[in-house]
């Protein structure tokens, strides 16, 4: 039987990863964390970003564009 915790431990995304799956910086990422804009796992110096925490991230930025009718008066 498989601990839980570990499982949800190999979840969690380093700040390069998350740079790449984002395709920006390292050094954007970690102001993000500093201005607590982005939450992360501190471990030690080490900064972790759960996926649940970049899909708020995310979300809470994104734009709502408003629906361009196609239809001709």
């Known amino acids: 039987m498989s601990d839980p915790t570990a499982s949800n431990f190999a979840q969690l995304l380093t700040v390069s990863q998350t740079a790449t799956l984002l395709?920006?910086?390292?050094?954007?990422?970690y102001r993000w964390i500093t201005s607590?804009?982005?939450a992360c796992v501190e471990l030690g110096r080490l900064k972790r970003i759960h996926?649940?925490?970049l899909e708020s991230f995310i979300a809470?930025?994104?734009?709502a564009r408003p629906l361009v009718s196609?239809?001709?008066?």
């Open 23 to 29: 395709n920006i910086s390292e050094k954007q990422i």
């Open 60 to 63: 809470k930025r994104r734009i």
């Open 51 to 53: 996926p649940d925490d």
């Open 70 to 73: 196609t239809q001709v008066p």
């Open 36 to 38: 607590k804009q982005l």
